[in-house]
């Protein structure tokens, strides 16, 4: 028998800025980073995939985009720009991914050039697969738009659409070129979308930083009231903590943990139930309340803990009841949770507030009496 082993690293660096008007002509933090990765005297062509809501709220944003990277020297940008759907619909038609990747083919956008998402994270996720999958790389660039894209999924290294009726089903793991947070971009957010981003800052509070967490409940007041000092601190500190756990963790889940989807299980399951009528964000604090509460009943969490935290995501205005938590088919959530992955059941729960703990069952009898408790809940508040 005859073997040829081969084994090869690779090292992956993107920087994630934070950044406010990023598309004025007088802020150079684009134009910079392009000059940076410069190969002159070849002009690289720019792909822009942008997200129809900004264009609404921001009805001179692709006069802005056209005019600051035809300012670049090194950069041709491609006209017209895509525009599609923002939310959770555009990772589920098939026809906005072949409009980026026909778009790729006809203008020419080749794996030194750039693919450019601008919007919220559906979006980013669809643009992204889009580029990792058209000559199997093409770099691309996110420019994160809502609190949810820019504290969590757009700074992360993950892309995908949804299929066979389940979240994600499809994608893959290509970091980024470069992420850059425009905060100026968070002020015109509808208020659900501004709380929606909340409750990924605190599950990752939760099983990471207590510090966070009780920052958390001193700023809750001031989140609510659109605050942007507090949201600025809020989306940068998850972002490092985001970042961190890429780093030093397994950036590509080739185990069977997903330590950062606390919550998730049951919160991937009820947006499918719902149709995403119920934004991400809406359903992961479901799922943290579900989860927090199932932390308490097997002796983790004190009931002191579980209250601090239901409290937290009241005082942030999240509903924690939805009343397809009680369909059957929620229970196949961790069926699914498990399949993505491969290998063994395993969801993380909380020890204590700031430390997350792996767990390889769970006992449905338990998650039953726990919705329970949360659908009581929500009687005594509208009673």
């Known amino acids: 028998m005859k073997i040829l ?25 684009l134009r910079n980073f392009f000059g940076d990765h410069a190969t002159a005297p070849i002009l690289r062509k720019a792909l822009v995939v942008l997200d129809e809501g900004m264009v609404l709220h921001h009805p001179h944003l692709k006069n802005e985009i056209a005019r600051y990277l035809q300012s670049i020297p090194c950069i041709t940008p491609v006209e017209p720009f895509i525009v599609l759907p923002g939310g959770e619909a555009v990772k589920n038609e098939e026809g ?75 994608g893959t793991f290509s970091p980024p070129l470069a992420v850059f947070n425009d905060l100026d971009f968070l002020e015109t957010l509808d208020d659900r979308n501004w709380r929606s981003g909340m409750a990924e800052a605190v599950k990752v509070a939760l099983i990471k930083d207590k510090a966070f967490f009780d920052w958390l409940e001193t700023h809750a007041g001031a989140l609510v009231q659109r605050d942007m000092a507090a949201m600025e601190q809020l989306v940068y500190r998850c972002a490092a903590l985001h970042l961190q756990h890429i780093a030093s963790g397994d950036p590509f889940e080739s185990g069977s943990s997903r330590p950062l989807d606390f919550g998730h299980w049951s919160a991937h399951k009820l947006e499918q139930l719902t149709g995403f009528s119920l934004f991400h964000g ?42 397809l938590l009680e369909d059957a088919a929620l229970l196949d959530g961790l069926t699914e949770f498990r399949e993505h992955l491969g290998g063994e059941l395993t969801i993380m729960l909380l020890q204590s507030i700031g430390q997350g703990l792996n767990t390889h069952e769970m006992d449905h009898h338990v998650i039953g009496e726990c919705m329970r408790a949360l659908k009581e809940s929500a009687c005594l508040k509208m009673s």
């Open 282 to 323: 809406e359903a992961v604090a479901i799922g943290i309340a579900l989860d927090t509460l199932y932390s308490q009943h097997i002796g983790w969490l004190t009931e002191s803990e579980a209250g601090r935290i239901l409290s937290l995501l009241k005082k942030l205005q999240f509903d924690l009841y939805h009343p």
């Open 96 to 170: 906005y991914f072949k409009e980026i990747v026909t778009a790729i083919d006809h203008c020419g956008i080749d794996r030194h050039s750039y693919v450019i998402g601008i919007g919220g994270g559906s979006l980013l996720d669809l643009t992204g697969y889009a580029a990792a999958l058209a000559h199997r790389g093409i770099r691309h660039i996110r420019v994160p738009t809502t609190v949810l894209s820019q504290n969590d999924s757009g700074v992360g290294v993950k892309n995908g659409v949804n299929f066979l009726r389940k979240k994600n089903f499809l």
């Open 5 to 29: 082993n081969q084994r090869f690293q690779i090292n992956y660096q993107y920087p994630v800025y934070f950044t406010k008007h990023l598309f004025h002509l007088d802020n150079p933090d």
